[in-house]
């Protein structure tokens, strides 16, 4: 299927309009809202306000993306109120897929399921089929990517979770062993929210900072970028375009440069060929995807390991792609030992001489390293890296994996020394740095099915805690009857009253 489909990429995007409302959409609407009906048990509310006024929130996602909404939307179904999701993004472009990412197509097989929770009506299928028809569904290869993104949007809506755009978290802290303040920024001022718990769900970069090697340093700044930054490809037209990196983002650049008319794009790596294996798409199974963060602490490492040593290569489609694309070329064993700016041109120094670009991009990737977070700066020193709490076997270290957080099975974090930070339990990650902990695909929307509902549980259960003496009170103290105690005298044989 995929060699049938590559080509029509060369078809333009769709634009970023709104789902529209027709008989079909009106439809699955109705459909949605009785399937939600029809799951509501136990539809008890229960959680007790923290505050009479009702200001502490209950839990504080970070970030508005595919995770942070199905989150939400898990801890609606589970009826916990007062939850808010901050986005930094715009309205309606929440997540990677209308800034940075660059593919044409997700990497994920269409049937993928994951924001729905389990609501057939509110998969990305039913949607596709309801906006496009049945045989349009049968004849998609791969989700087109600003698709997704119109799903995720459309999602948002019809489950009426709280979302608040072009709002920026600048600092998460706790104030108490229960309770956290965030700081968001939004139209020029800052806010101060109050919450018992909180989840980061920000991304790719949410656990760290975009890698840019320090050779790029010297350049001027309109000379390079990293795949992540937003780039204006008008700007390489007739021009040489140089790509350090072989991941699956530095060919949707190379892509997206040579369409938008550049001369040529060289991708460099330092690699002798190009991976050619991807075992997570072997991790797609319902026992892996559920049930990695069970594993020792030494098989969990030993599998992130092995996918770190080995890297991935790109998906076929994005490989056929870029390689069909006249001025394409791949320059394995070409790391790059040095850069110099000369008249507007930079000069790639390797071990098989100079070449020469007009612009160059770092596709080297996101570091994990929670102190390059300003926002998490009264979270990082007291939480526990895979450094703090285990050690590998001899020939099996890795200072990237290292740094990553140590999260329970809820995806909490824990404390580094014991009784210093009693707030851990209640602050959840699901962001890159995750993926030691709770699996390799766990931050990806191939996981979101099994993942949400582990962190919904996790936020759930420390509310409950919180009450559990307060519940237990009033257990006590009601009388429960299922029965009225004057029909049960009666029945007797006895007299009422």
């Known amino acids: 299927m995929a060699d049938a489909c590559w080509f029509e990429w060369n078809d333009p995007p769709m634009s970023m309009e709104t789902t529209p409302d027709t008989e079909a959409t009106r439809a699955l609407r109705k459909r949605i809202a009785h399937d939600i009906e029809c799951l509501s048990y136990p539809a008890r509310p229960w959680v007790t306000p923290r505050d009479a006024e009702g200001q502490i ?22 009826r916990v109120d ?28 269409k049937d993928l399921t994951g924001p729905d929770l389990g609501i057939g009506s509110l998969t990305f299928r039913a949607w596709y089929e309801a906006r496009y028809g049945v045989e349009a569904w049968d004849r998609l290869f791969r989700i087109q990517r600003p ?15 709280d979302v608040r755009p072009a709002s920026v978290v600048t600092r998460v802290a706790p104030v108490a062993a229960d309770l956290f303040e965030v700081d968001v920024l939004s139209a020029g001022q800052t806010v101060t929210h109050r919450a018992r718990t909180v989840i980061l769900a920000s991304g790719a970069e949410g656990s760290g900072a975009r890698s840019v090697p320090s050779l790029f340093a010297g350049l001027s700044r ?11 490809f008008s700007r390489v037209v007739g021009k040489r375009v140089g790509i ?13 440069a040579l369409v938008a008319g550049a001369a040529s794009a060289d991708l460099c790596f330092r690699r002798p060929q190009l991976p050619l294996s991807n075992p997570r798409r072997w991790m797609e199974f319902a026992g892996f995807l559920a049930h990695y963060p069970e594993l020792p602490d030494e098989q969990r490492w030993r599998y992130m390991k092995r996918l770190y040593d080995i890297s991935q290569p790109p998906p076929e489609p994005t490989f056929k792609r870029a390689v069909s694309l006249p001025g394409f070329r791949m320059r394995p064993a070409t790391p790059w030992l040095a850069l110099h700016e000369h008249d507007g041109v930079v000069h790639v120094e390797t071990p098989d001489g100079t070449l020469e670009y007009d612009f160059v991009i770092a596709g080297t990737g996101i570091s994990v390293d929670l102190n390059q977070r300003p926002e998490l700066a ?8 895979w450094g703090d709490r285990f050690v590998p076997p001899a020939g099996e270290a890795d200072d990237r994996l290292a740094r990553f957080p140590y999260l329970d099975r809820y995806g909490a974090f824990m404390e580094r020394t014991p009784g210093s930070a009693p707030w851990a339990g209640r602050l959840f990650a699901i962001f890159r740095a995750a993926t030691l902990s709770l699996g390799p695909s766990s931050a990806s929307n191939s996981n979101i099915r099994y993942t949400a509902p582990r962190i919904v549980s996790g936020v759930t259960r420390a509310l409950f805690l919180d009450e559990a003496d307060s519940v237990f009170a009033e257990f006590m103290a009601q009388a429960h009857h299922e029965l009225q105690p004057d029909a049960v005298i009666q029945a007797a044989g006895q007299p009422a009253g």
């Open 378 to 385: 009264a979270i990082a020193p007291h939480v526990a890296l």
């Open 57 to 78: 929130l209950n839990c504080i996602i970070v970030g508005g993306g595919q995770y942070g909404q199905s989150l939400a939307f898990g801890l609606a179904r589970d």
């Open 82 to 109: 007062r939850v808010v999701v901050f986005d930094a993004n715009p309205a309606g472009f929440a997540g990677p897929w209308m800034t940075f990412a660059r593919m044409i197509m997700l990497r994920t097989p």
């Open 222 to 232: 309109s000379l390079y970028a990293h795949t992540n930054d937003p780039i204006d």
């Open 244 to 256: 350090l990196g072989a991941g699956a983002s530095s060919f949707d650049n190379a892509t997206a």
């Open 147 to 161: 698709d997704w993104q119109a799903y995720l949007n459309w999602h948002r809506d019809v489950t009426g979770i």
